[in-house]
Structures are given as C-alpha cells and as structure tokens.
C-alpha cells in the first residue's frame, strides 16, 4: 500500500478496481480472463472483489431462476477453485457504509424498478439543468448538452453524447455506474466528477472520491488496472483533484485541475487560465447562437480569465483588447478571431 493512502481510501480504490473489472466482464460476457485471474492473485482485491460479488449470492439464495442458479454455481466453483476466504480489515466506516448500500437497494425485490428503456435529456443553448436520478444519483447538464440514462439490475450506464455535465453518484457498489464519453469510459461506485466532450477531445475532472477510466479500444483486450496512468495503458486511476485529457492518436494525460475553474459553468462562468484561444472559443461557443471561429493563426494564443457565459459580446471585446486579434463578422453574423499579423 502507498504510504500516502489510509486503509480505509486503498479499500475504496480497490472496490472501484473491482467495479470495473465487473463493467469489462459483464461487457465481453465473460466470467474471467487471464488479466482478471492476475489482479486477484492478490487477497485485498479479492475482499473487493467478493464484497461487490456479495449481492448477487444473496440474490442466488433468494431466487431460483436458472440464470441466477447459474450466477450463484459459478461464483462459489471459482471461490472453491481459488480457495479465498472473506477478507477483514476494511475499516469499520467501509463496512458501515456497504451494509447501507446494500439497504438502500433493497436487496432482490427491489431490483426491478431499475430496469429501465434508454432515457435522453438534452438542454438548448444557455439552457442549464439537473436532472434527479431514481437511485440519489444527479446528473447536471450544461448548455447544449446531451446525455443518454439506462438504469439495469446490475448496471447504471450513461452516455454523455454532446457537451458538459456534472455527475454525482450515489455509492452502490455492486452496481457500478459507468458515463462513457467519446472512446472514453469513467466507472465509479459512489463519487463526484466533471465530463466535458471538447472537440475531438474528452477531458475528466474528479471532484471527489474516486474513478477508473476505461479508453475504449483496451478494454477489447481486458487488461488490468494500473494504479499510475502510462503510455497506452488500458485504463486510468484518478484521485481527487485530478484531470484526464484524452485525445485522438495519442496517450491520455493526467493533470492537477482547479475544481473551481472547471465547475464555474455550474454558476454561468467561464474560468481559464493559459489555455488555447481555440478551445477557449469552443467552450464560450456553447452559449452562442453561432460559434466563435478562430482562425489557425491565432488558435494557440493563451487566454486567462473569467468570462459570464453567454455574453459574447464583452468575451470577444476582452480578447481582441489584450491579444493581437481582430474580430471579424461575416454576413451570417459568424464571428471570426484573426491574427493582426
């Protein structure tokens, strides 16, 4: 264990490895793998492991299905196979926490209500909106935003197909809840995080608690979790604080983010600091009827500061006073950012 994680955050970083590693089995329909097999040769995943298994054998007890037999059958031939045992020393707060989730799912009986037909919310230019999940979970949408919603018995899948939202989960750790972005998939059980589709990119703030993110062409190949993000690697591990930005062609990127600059959309600010005119432009181009174009000459010039989302008017006054650009207005009422040079 690092020296800088408590028990109790390695406990809850290993739960969301074992969520993930649930999301990618399910996906392939698959009971194991090779990879999966390594990451429980050790015992702590395999206490995460069990713990987010522990629903499923309460349902085999309850029920008498052949599909949840079959469940039930599997599971115990692999615990017998392996020969594990339930694995203490989680913290008395994680467990206090798991016996509540595992309450507020209302074990079996109440599993139905979370099957649910795909749901799609969407919101319209300067149009911001939070929409109640029937789990606790919130889902906020900013402007011209969409999100796909599908609640299943083992499952909460979402899909950010346009824009910026906030997603705050509600903790269930048997069913993890997955938003999958552009080729990009954060997995959490319980946890705060920002995801904004810019362009061709995917950039994923972590407000608080924890995440894995899946790039979607490794998790093909179910390999396992790394705890540190590296060149290529099929899934990243954020903590608090912590920004990914993935973009097409090449490794995804960890960053320190300012939570403050990346939820001020939240309270209808713009906040940037040394970032590119370009993406600058994309992001106040969320609140325009049209888009602010840049030219490629002046796409790279660096821009700070705090902007009222949806005046673009003073942003476009802002930049063309403190950078060598000029503003250009075409017939159609497009606005375009041009280099003096």
């Not at 005119?277 to 700070?304: F, M, Q, T």
């Amino acid at each position: 264990m690092s020296p800088t994680l408590t028990r109790d955050q390695d406990a809850m970083r290993r739960l969301a490895e074992a969520a993930a590693w649930r999301v990618r089995l399910t996906e392939e329909d698959v009971e194991t793998s090779e990879a999966f097999e390594d990451w429980m040769a050790d015992p702590a995943n395999v206490a995460a492991w069990d713990r987010v298994q522990a629903p499923w054998r309460q349902v085999g007890e309850k029920a008498t299905s052949p599909e949840l037999m079959a469940l039930r059958a599997g599971a115990l031939a692999r615990a017998q196979k392996r020969g594990r045992r339930w694995m203490g020393g989680m913290g008395s707060g994680i467990a206090a926490g798991l016996a509540a989730m595992i309450l507020v799912t209302g074990g079996y009986g109440g599993w139905r209500w979370h099957e649910t037909r795909p749901q799609d919310y969407r919101t319209v230019l300067g149009e911001r909106r939070v929409i109640p999940l029937p789990d606790g979970s919130r889902v906020s949408l900013d402007s011209g935003s969409e999100v796909r919603i599908r609640y299943t018995k083992d499952a909460r899948k979402l899909e950010l197909l346009a824009g910026q939202a906030r997603f705050d989960v509600a903790h269930d750790v048997q069913r993890p809840f997955s938003v999958t972005a552009g080729n990009q998939t954060v997995v959490a059980t319980g946890t705060a995080f920002n995801v904004d589709l810019l362009g061709s990119k995917v950039l994923v703030t972590l407000i608080e608690g924890h995440v894995v993110v899946l790039q979607e062409p490794a998790r093909k190949r179910l390999v396992p979790v790394r705890a540190l993000p590296a060149p290529a690697a099929p899934a990243v591990e954020l903590t608090a604080g912590e920004q990914l930005i993935a973009a097409p062609a090449a490794a995804p990127q960890v960053q320190q983010a300012s939570l403050e600059r990346a939820t001020a959309w939240e309270s209808g600010q713009l906040a940037f600091k040394d970032e590119p005119l370009g993406s600058v432009a994309e992001r106040v181009s969320r609140y325009a009827a049209r888009p602010v174009v840049v030219a490629p000459d002046a796409a790279g010039l660096r821009v700070s500061g705090v902007f009222k989302a949806g005046d673009i008017a003073s942003f476009v006054d802002i930049v063309t006073s403190y950078l060598p650009v000029r503003a250009v207005k075409g017939a159609d009422g497009e606005i375009t950012l041009k280099s003096n040079g």
